[in-house]
């Protein structure tokens, strides 16, 4: 069987970490071929020595640039003998499907965000396609908003690398930890929609309380600057530290306390399962998605969009009671050997695969 992994781009985050995670786990079982527009992590695949084909950005949806596109999957579809195209980009499937029209390829498609609108596009794009949801979240929308087959939904959750080869900690939180500070983290591309700002206010609250508390992001993204500039003009770079990209997430989790998540839109983060591996609670908003993985006063608390105060009082609560933190961090655990297991999130899939060969 030979599977070509597709996207728009293999930037940092957690559909690339998922692409990565599944070409680590089906190498030595199934031959790979990835194809994108780019992006960061391309090194990644190729230290795997696994082949990239440079595609157009699916987002311009110009229907010269969509024609340039559909050769190209058809180029590659026959060249590498292709049983099957697993795309993780709402236009890279609709593509992969009339590519299909012409080489006979199977098509499936991994859901990533809970969507908030486009709805019929989304119909469009993923008709008739297998359909994996890494939430049943995600596949009740599919459903209800784009109606979606629910026979062609298949949720299957995400899991996680827990270990790095790389074991270099950025010395700033190594430097917090020995001061003894209570670290709460969010690790997250850092965009708008992921709250990053609301995690600004949280801290300022916070550490109004209490200095003991300090904060730092892990992540990049088209806001990194802008939001590095404003922490820094409201004089807050003695409370909130932005490392900036990690490929060892797991190696820094080591060193936080608590993770929060302030996002507006999920699918299935994976910043939660990578923390709950860890033993690190965490506080999270109550979307879609996020409150699969994150059970109120059991691995962690949820609170509402926006709500600054919340996500304060509830660091707070936490940082007090030690008992309540022990019992936390043991559930935590707890949540990602039940939920979030390697083993059933590889056997998912390579029954997927299977199945859809033999078709």
Known sequence: MKILYLNNVMTVGGVTKCILKLCKEFQE???IVVASHGGQLLSEFKSMGIKHYEIYDV????PISISKNVKLLIDIIKNEDIDIVHSHHRMTTLLAKIASKFTGVKVIHTQHLCIEDKFKLTKLALNGVEIITVSEAAKRILHEKSNLDK???TTIYNTIEVENEDK?????????KKKEYFVVAQVSRIIDYKGVYDFVEVARKTVKENNKIRFVLIGDGPEYEPLRRYIKNEGLEEYIYMLGSKNNVINHLKYIDLLLLCSYIEGLPLAPLEAFSQSIPVIATNIDGT???VKDGYNGFLVEV???TSFKNSILKIYQDKCSLIKLKENAYKSYCNNF??????????EKYINLKCR
């Open 306 to 308: 926006k709500d600054v």
């Open 151 to 153: 026979k062609n939904i």
């Open 168 to 176: 270099n900690v950025d010395s700033r939180l190594i430097e917090l």
């Open 291 to 293: 409150n699969e993985e």
């Open 59 to 62: 987002e311009n949806k110009n």
């Open 341 to 350: 297991d390697k083993e059933k999130y590889i056997k998912s899939h390579k």
């Open 29 to 31: 079982d199934i031959e």
